[in-house]
Each structure stands twice: as structure tokens, then as C-alpha cells.
């Protein structure tokens, strides 16, 4: 049984110049890791809470020594020298002493923190890769290595909201492998380049996941020209490469209408929008396309997507098992994009995926703004069996660092990328 000799945690910054988490936990045997946590800008209302500072004159409030310091003390003196069976047992014992419903007490990116370090310091104490680890805890034998949704266009947090919707993102659905993947979706994001300049004469600056963000007049032309990108390059738009759009709805959503263009949508109108979308353009995957309260109108959003693209939830579910299930009874949605930060532990991530699974969903494992250079986002989609993974674009090493990782897990297991989910 792994027993914990010491915690201990800094404060580091993530990818947007934030403080963040980094803590090492040390077992017994003398096996050590670390991991960082990673934070984001798109957050829903019902995501775990990320304890920042408030010192107004510190990183402008959102310095994390509070959480750091809870990792240092109250976790180290809780956890010291006490032996966990499994991951499980563990995350349950840091959930109970925070005793809140959201970790509010403790901090959801303090608890995650010992929660990533205690998985990679076991796995390093068994001897076997973190992917192996990760797919052991929840049985589940390693078969296949997720397909790619990379950010191409950013709008919306990401990007000073230039345009509403959030991302629209490259799915290279041709490829057969990560190494394949990779070189589709550079020809793409170079194509994208010449585009932007020519069109826009826009220099490719990169928003907060790197993907590139000039004045959009509209998401129908941020589309478009996505579309024209993928033919520049040299591919057929729905047949070598597809599209997937996080529309993040929930942030221009104000008063029961969504403030997409010059006139506002309900959410009746809004659906026949994204249905357009869906029809116009080669669109696989549509994100968080309505408000994440809004769950009178997700299961027409749904229907009216079915058999052309899949229905995805963020905000919506915030990788929470509650309301993922309340998602499955209503019929809301069938596919979960899960980020572990948004529930705080890998145990109850692992909930949330196997419930997903057990429905029929098809799942993406997913990245945040704030990243750190810490890779095991791409050992957990390998691990558990990701349809895909969602990092951000090519240009970013904390990005790079996840894609990288990849190329070496596929170097050194050959396996195959996972089949395409059905759509709906």
C-alpha cells in the first residue's frame, strides 16, 4: 500500500502568467513526483472552486500561497505517514477533512495538486507508464490513443471576445496516427496564417491556447474561413479534416437571450443557428452551444443535432456526476468534455467518465486556458480511453509539452486512434 511520507507544494505560473499549484508528494518507498494543476478563463458556475489569495496587490488577487500553504500544512500534517490503498481512498480522505461542497475550504486546485502528485508518485513506485497507471485504477485495459480536436480560431474569453463564440477547432478525422495528426493540422494552422494575412493583414498572434485570433466580422466567417484553411492546405473539408466548435454560450447569454450577433436569440432561435452551422459547414462536435442553465432547450439542441454532429457539455456539466446524470434523464447532451479541475479529484473525474461511458457518450478529455508545462493531460486520454483530446493549437510549448507526450506514448505502444463516436 503507498504511504505518504511528505508533501510539499510552490506556487508556480501557468501559461497566462498566473500563479498556480505545483506540489511533490514523496511515498514511503522513497518514489517522489510532482504535478501542476492547470486553471481556466471559460469556467462554469458549477465548477469546484479555485482558491485564490484576494491580495489585491499580488498577481492582482489571484496569487495561490493560500493554497500552497494548505498543501504544506494542513494536508502534509493530515496525510503524513498514512497508507491508501487505492486513489480512492485518498481523494475521499482530502474531500472529507475540506467537508465542503465545492472544496471551498481547502481549494479544489490544492486538493487536485496532491490528488495528480499521490497517481504520478504510485505509478513511479509500481514501475509502470502514468497512462498504465491511470487505465489500472479504473480497470480498464489501454486499447487505442485519442484523435486530436485542435484549437484553430479563438474568440470569446480566449481572445478579448472579438467575436462571440469561443473556438472553432481542426479534427484531422483522416489521420491514422498522432505523428499524421500533427502534420495535417500544421498545414492547416500554416495555411490559416496566409489566410489571415492576406485577408485581414494580420500578424498570427495567438490568444490564450494559442490559436489565432484576428477581427472576426462574425462566427459565420470565423467558419468559413476556417473551411477555406483546410482547402489551402490541400485537404477536402469533411473528408480528410472536420471541424468542432466550443460556442461557450453560457457567456453571452444574458436576460433568456443570446447575444450572438446584431439581434438576439432565443434559445428556439439560437438551436436553428447552430443547426445551420452544423449543415453549412463540416462540423462534428458543437460545445457548450446553449447556456449551461438553459435545460429546457438542450435536449432540442440535441435532437436537432443527431446524426450530424455530437452534443457536447462543459459548463453544462462541469465534470460533475450529478449533473451528468441529470444530463442522461433529460437527454440533454451525449457527450461530455471532461476537465478535472472542474470537480477537483481524480476519483470523481473517474465518476464522471464512467457514467458518460456507461450512456453511451462519447468523451474528450480536455485541457484549460492556464496550462502549465506538465504532460499528464496526454497520459489520462490514453489512460482512460479518450474519443478525444482537446489541448489547444500547436504554438504554445505548455501545449506542445501534452502533444509531445503523445508522439512518445504512440512511439512506444503502436496503438491505433480511437474510431470516431457516432453523432448522436
Known sequence: MPGIEQLSAIEVLDSRGRPTVKTTCVLSSGARASASVPSGASTGSAEALELRDAEPARYRGLGCRRAVENVNHVLNDHLRRRE???????????????????????????????????????????????YQHFADRIAQPVKTLPRMTVNLFSGGKHAGGQVPIQDVLVVPVRAATIDESLATTFAVCQAAADLLKTKYD????????G?????????????????EAIRAAGFEPGMDVSLAVDVAASHFFQDGLYHLGAEPLTGARMIEQIARWVQ?????????????EDWENWPELRSALQGRAITMGDDLLCTNPRRILKAVQTGAADALLLKVNQVGTLTEAASANR??????????????????????????????????????????????????????????????????????
Open 84 to 130: 491508501f490503498a487505492e486513489q480512492a481512498d485518498l481523494d475521499a480522505a482530502m474531500t472529507q477533512l475540506d467537508g465542503t461542497a465545492n472544496k471551498s475550504k481547502l481549494g479544489a486546485n490544492t486538493i487536485l495538486s496532491v490528488s495528480l502528485a499521490f497517481a504520478r508518485a504510485a505509478a513511479a513506485e509500481r514501475g509502470v507508464p502514468l
Open 202 to 209: 494580420y500578424r498570427p498572434l495567438v490568444a490564450d491556447e
Open 211 to 227: 490559436g489565432l485570433a484576428p477581427q472576426f466580422d462574425d462566427a459565420d466567417t470565423m467558419l468559413a474561413d476556417a473551411v
Open 280 to 292: 453549412t459547414y463540416p462540423i462534428i462536435s458543437v460545445e457548450d452551444g446553449l447556456s449551461e
Open 355 to 424: 457514467i458518460a461511458r456507461s450512456n453511451g457518450w462519447a468523451v474528450t478529455i480536455s485541457a484549460r486556458s492556464g496550462e502549465t508545462e506538465d504532460d499528464w493531460l496526454a497520459d489520462l486520454a490514453v489512460g482512460w480511453g479518450g474519443d478525444f483530446i482537446k489541448i489547444g493549437s500547436i504554438t504554445r510549448s505548455e501545449r506542445l509539452a501534452k502533444y509531445n507526450r503523445l508522439l512518445e506514448v504512440e512511439a512506444e505502444t503502436h496503438l491505433p486512434l480511437a474510431g470516431l463516436p457516432p453523432r448522436g
